[in-house]
């Protein structure tokens, strides 16, 4: 099964696809964290993808779809992969469609997680990860047992560069004007499934079960 999870930054699309990698055994590929892992590394894709990511901008289309075409045709995405953050604008959507049915492959469900802004700026500005595993966390929503400490394996909790109330706006204003379209791209094409994203983080996952099987 192939999913996209599309939805406004702080919608949940992370915090998600971490629980539905165990549910349906496929893997999340997230540009966005590949992205970071580029920046984390000092490569020359990661130091002029920074420019863009602390404007709040998006990174030019040929540097993500290259990322996302190789990490596609990797063994462990034979049974199926989850796009967390891709595509994001309909160029991008235009160009996976072309590379999946080179490859004789297709999206099977597109799911949109939908929350107002003023949560998702409550979300990102108290948004929390670890530095050693990438789980996610929450301040208020999602606290880890100890302050700055992960749960799981006891890594460093660090805030993303891109959380701040000024760099949030530009991403919100980003997604309204570029990803937004993919709302109508996908319903056209008939896989389009809409996610309430207000509730427990257990309670979205339910939806997403619910309409996914
Ligand atoms: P990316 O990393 O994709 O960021 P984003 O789309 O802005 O989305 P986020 O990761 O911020 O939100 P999320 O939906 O994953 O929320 P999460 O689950 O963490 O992209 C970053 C940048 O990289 C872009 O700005 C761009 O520059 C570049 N980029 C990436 N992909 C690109 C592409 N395809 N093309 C061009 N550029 C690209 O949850 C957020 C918080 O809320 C967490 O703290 C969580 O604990 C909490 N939370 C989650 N669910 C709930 C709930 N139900 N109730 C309460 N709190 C909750
Ligand atoms: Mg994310």
């Known amino acids: 099964m192939n999913i996209i999870l599309l939805g406004p930054p702080g919608a949940g699309k992370g915090t998600q696809a971490k629980r539905m990698i165990e549910k349906y055994g496929i893997p999340q590929i997230s540009t966005g964290d590949m992205l970071r892992a580029a920046v ?3 490569t020359e ?3 002029e993808a920074k420019k863009y990511m602390d404007a709040g901008q998006l990174v030019p289309d040929e540097v993500v779809i290259g990322l996302v075409k190789e990490r596609i045709q990797q063994d462990d995405c034979k049974n199926g992969y989850m796009l967390d953050g891709f595509p994001r604008n309909v160029s991008q959507a235009e160009t996976l469609d072309k590379m999946l049915s080179e490859l004789g492959q297709k999206i099977d469900h597109v799911v949109c997680i939908e929350v107002p802004e003023d949560e998702l700026i409550k979300r990102l500005t108290g948004r929390r ?6 789980a996610g966390y ?3 929503f999602d606290p880890p047992k100890q302050d700055g400490v992960c749960d799981k394996c006891g890594g460093e909790l660090y805030q ?4 701040n109330e000024e760099t949030v706006k530009s991403r919100l204003k980003v997604y309204k004007e570029q990803t937004e379209p993919l ?3 996908y319903e056209k094409q008939g896989k389009l499934r809409r996610i309430d994203g207000v509730g427990s983080i257990d309670e979205i996952f339910n939806r997403i079960v619910a309409v996914l099987g």
Do not use: E, M, P, S
């Open 45 to 47: 894709l990661g130091l």
């Open 40 to 42: 984390q590394a000092g």
């Open 138 to 140: 929450h301040v208020v």
């Open 160 to 163: 993303r560069d891109d959380d």
């Open 183 to 185: 709302i109508a791209y």
């Open 129 to 134: 990860t670890c530095k050693q595993c990438g």
